[in-house]
T-cell receptor, first 114, second 113 residues
Framework: GESVGLHLPTLSVQEGDNSIINCAYS??????FIWYKQESGKGPQFIID?????DKRQGQRVTVLLNKTVKHLSLQIAATQPGDSAVYFC?????????????FGKGTHLIIQP | DGGITQSPKYLFRKEGQNVTLSCEQN?????MYWYRQDPGQGLRLIYY???????QKGDIAEGYSVSREKKESFPLTVTSAQKNPTAFYLC????????????FGDGTRLSIL
C-alpha cells in the first residue's frame, strides 16, 4: 500500500548547525509533497511544499530536496535555532487523489542542543 | 487575522455520550478536513468536505459524524459508537483539494472520564 515515512523518530543537533530531516515515500505516482512543523500542543504549521516537476525548492532558511528516482525527500534547515525545536513531518499527495490521497508520515522530533 | 479556530481546546467525554468539536475558518476555503492524531502516529483522515452540503468518509470514519451547512464551519461529532475516542483532533482547510497545502487549527484534545 501507499506510505510516507520519516527515517528517524528523533534528531538532535547543535544550535547553529544545519539540520536534515529525511522522508521516503512508496507511491511513485505521488506528485506533491508538503513539510509541516508541529510544536507541542499546537496544530501543524505549513513550512514548504514541492511539486514533482521540481528537484529543489528554497524558502526562508529551509530547503526541500526531492529525489524521484529513489522516492526520497528531505528538509534542510539552515543555522538551526531553539525555536526550530518541534516535530516535523512530511505529507505526500498522489496524482488523481482527493483528500484521501494525502498521506502523512509519523514525524521526526528535532531537538536543539545549546 | 485569517485562520482556523477549534474549540474547545480540551474536552472530556463520559461513557455513552456524544460530543461535538467545533471548527470555524475565515480563510474562505472550500475544502475542510478532520484528522485524528495519536501519540507517535501520523495524522489519519476522519472526514473531509470539498464544498458546502457535501462530505466524504476518510480512512477512520466509523464512530464519527460531520455536517457542512456553512462554508465556514465543519463540526465533528464523536459518537458513543467510537470506542477509543481519546486523541488529539485536528481540523484543516485548503482553497481546493488539489495540490495545495492544508492549514490547520490548534486542535482539540479529547479524553474519557
Amino acid at each position: 500500500g501507499e506510505s510516507v515515512g520519516l527515517h528517524l523518530p528523533t534528531l538532535s543537533v547543535q544550535e547553529g548547525d544545519n539540520s536534515i530531516i529525511n522522508c521516503a515515500y512508496s507511491n511513485s505516482a505521488s506528485d506533491y509533497f508538503i513539510w509541516y512543523k508541529q510544536e507541542s500542543g499546537k496544530g501543524p504549521q505549513f513550512i514548504i511544499d514541492i511539486r514533482s516537476n521540481m528537484d529543489k525548492r528554497q524558502g526562508q532558511r529551509v530547503t526541500v530536496l526531492l529525489n524521484k528516482t529513489v522516492k526520497h525527500l528531505s528538509l534542510q534547515i539552515a543555522a538551526t535555532q531553539p525555536g526550530d525545536s518541534a516535530v516535523y513531518f512530511c505529507a505526500g499527495l498522489y496524482s488523481g487523489g482527493g483528500a484521501d490521497g494525502l498521506t502523512f508520515g509519523k514525524g521526526t522530533h528535532l531537538i536543539i542542543q545549546p | 487575522d485569517g485562520g482556523i479556530t477549534q474549540s474547545p481546546k480540551y474536552l472530556f467525554r463520559k461513557e455513552g455520550q456524544n460530543v461535538t468539536l467545533s471548527c470555524e475558518q475565515n480563510l474562505n476555503h472550500d475544502a475542510m478536513y478532520w484528522y485524528r492524531q495519536d501519540p507517535g502516529q501520523g495524522l489519519r483522515l476522519i472526514y473531509y468536505s470539498q464544498i458546502v452540503n457535501d462530505f466524504q468518509k476518510g480512512d477512520i470514519a466509523e464512530g464519527y459524524s460531520v455536517s457542512r451547512e456553512k462554508k465556514e464551519s465543519f463540526p465533528l461529532t464523536v459518537t458513543s459508537a467510537q470506542k477509543n475516542p481519546t486523541a488529539f483532533y485536528l481540523c484543516a482547510s485548503s482553497p481546493t483539494m488539489i495540490r495545495q497545502p492544508q492549514h490547520f487549527g490548534d486542535g482539540t484534545r479529547l479524553s474519557i472520564l
